[in-house]
């Protein structure tokens, strides 16, 4: 029992002399891990770090001394530029010319012009057009050509006959928008020049435009419409007194919204490209009213009335002839004149839809002076004449105050279903008498026909006439007094 508990003391005493034996030896590690010294690696890192530190800095103060360096440099160029503009103000166009010239070749692409200078080409409102890219420049092509045929009855007419009776073509334009331009040319005339109309037109307001060169002078509605948009083959007798294209000049402008129209012309009045025969020109006045232009009244908006004056002198001329529509027979020939020619015309339009009224009355006075005898002035040649004209689109079609019809449907056109164009039908009545106090003579024309526009561009037109005169003795039939039978046709091509 005694060496039990001695050996379990002794037990005890080593456990504790091995516990203080640890303590005592990690003690003392731990003193010696404190005052051990680091090893050297660090140092060497700290010393690297600050090496780059001392190399940017250098770095850095060298780039701002070079960035100071530049900036005196650019300030240097700029004030010799300054200097070198100021001294020779024509050096810097040459030297950029001269830096052109040595550029490179371009390629194709880059030649390309931009969308503001290219060409272009197409067609537009019926006609074929070239204009600039800026819109400053542009001009039209047009043109038509009309194929007759004139039938005559019985009695001292001409041979019934196909003829050509107009070929032409124009190109009209504007020129920086402002400039309008017009240059037409008759193929088919063989009796005079081939020049028609060539003028320009200043227009930098509707209200005053100013036009010179060779127009039509402003008198008669019937004139003013264009031969390839008149109703008949030809125009009325009427048409006889009135002036066609001649050189001069001209105001003219719409006010009040349109519904006011003037022309104010100075011409020679003698005839295409045709010099003046005295130093006084040819005055023309027109007004023209359409005072319910932009009322919805059927009746009334298509309404448009007016008139004109013309005064002008003329040396040892010839007076107006009557020549029939059908162009057979002249029933008046023309007779001396000189001195004073004075003219008068009041005209109607009214549009009615599909149909249309015109009427139109033309007077003429011109003097015979000192051509008596013994220089006594003898009686003027006097004229009168007047007409009146119905239309109606059978197809409904808005008939137009001036150009062609333009139909719902094109004959023959592409499609489900073929179609037959429009159909118009007409009817007019003219009358024209003159006298110079010795001899005189009237006629009268009943005309009644058909117009047929296949498409826009091609129209047939089909007239029959009843001519009858005042004197048997100058008429077709002098041994036969009647009436006279004509009827004509065309086919008309328009662009």
Known sequence: MRRSNSWRLLTGWLIGIIGI?????????????????????????EEEIERFRALIQRQQQQLEQQQRQLDEQAALLRQLQQQLVERQPALAPVQNERHKSEEAPKTPAQQRPSGEDRLQAGWADGHPFIRSGDGELEARFTGYTQLDFRGYGAGNTPPNTFAIRRARLAVEGTLFRHYEFKLEGDFADTASTML??????INYAPEVQFRFGQFK???????LISSSSIDFVERSMVNNLVHSYTPGMQFH??????????????????????????????????????????????WLRGLKFGGALSDGRTSNG???????????????????????VLRANGELTWLLGPGAIRAEYVQTNQARDGLGPGRINLPGVVAKGYMIQGTYLLTGESK???????????????????????????FRYANLQLSDSFLSNRAETFSAGINWYLTPYVRYMLDLNV????????????????????WLTRVQFYF
């Open 253 to 298: 402008g719409k006010v009040a919204d349109g519904r006011i129209e003037y022309q104010l012309a100075a011409v020679n009045g003698k005839g295409i490209l045709a010099t003046n025969t005295s130093s006084t020109s040819e005055g023309v006045v027109r007004l023209r009213f359409n005072p319910w232009k932009q009322t919805d009244h059927f």
């Open 467 to 486: 001519e009858r005169f005042k004197d048997p003795l100058r008429s077709p039939m002098p041994q036969n007094p009647g009436a006279l039978f004509t």
């Open 21 to 45: 034996m640890f303590l005592v030896t990690t003690a003392f590690a731990q003193e010696r891990t404190e005052e051990k010294p680091l090893p050297s690696q660090p140092n060497k890192v």
């Open 400 to 426: 137009p105050e001036s150009g062609l019809v333009k139909p719902k449907s094109v004959f023959a056109g592409r499609g489900d279903e073929p179609g037959t164009g429009a159909w118009e039908l007409k």
């Open 217 to 223: 002078a402003p008198f008669s509605q019937e004139e």
């Open 196 to 201: 028609r109309e060539g003028f320009i037109n």
């Open 318 to 340: 010839r007076s107006f002839r009557g020549r029939t529509e059908s162009r057979s027979f002249v029933f008046f020939e023309p007779a001396p004149i000189n001195g004073e």
